[in-house]
């Protein structure tokens, strides 16, 4: 079942948390150079974790309630990340001669959480079919 709408929306998730956060800088710091995900290891880990997770729960296509939970569980993990990010933008603040940019990868974990927020949609609606399906018989 790795053809349904949900799976591919958490391949998606996959390949944003686990390939792209290790080719687009984060940010770049006051001298100037790019802070990719690797140069930090809770960044790092917990992108790592996400991209994990979301390829585990395509597999788990026969127990739609657990990859519906794991799913909000990842979701979780994203906000983390992304509170992390905020954290660091805060301090980060650009207000100084050598200005630092922030870079395209922090908007990473607000799509990841789109597209699993669109996975347990799609999740949602197969497990509201099955239970329909299961009251005609």
């Known amino acids: 079942m790795l053809q349904r709408i949900q799976s591919i929306y958490m391949f998606l998730v996959v390949i944003l ?6 080719w687009v800088y984060l940010w770049t710091d006051a ?6 995900a690797d140069d930090d290891m ?9 991209a994990v997770m979301a390829f585990l729960t395509i597999f788990l296509f026969k127990n739609r309630k657990r ?4 799913n909000r569980l ?10 992390f990010f905020v954290y660091r933008s805060l301090i980060l603040s650009g207000e100084t001669n050598a200005v630092s940019e922030k ?6 974990p607000i799509v990841s959480i789109v597209f699993l927020v669109l996975a347990n949609k799609a999740i949602k609606k197969d497990e509201d079919l099955v239970k329909s399906v299961d009251r005609l018989r």
Do not use: K
């Open 103 to 108: 870079g395209i990868g922090m908007l990473l």
């Open 42 to 50: 809770v960044y790092s880990a917990l992108f790592i974790c996400s």
């Open 74 to 83: 990842n979701i979780i993990l994203n906000f983390v990340l992304l509170g």
């Open 67 to 70: 990859q519906f939970v794991l």
């Open 31 to 36: 001298l100037g150079e790019a802070v990719y």
């Open 17 to 22: 948390n686990g390939v792209l956060p290790f």
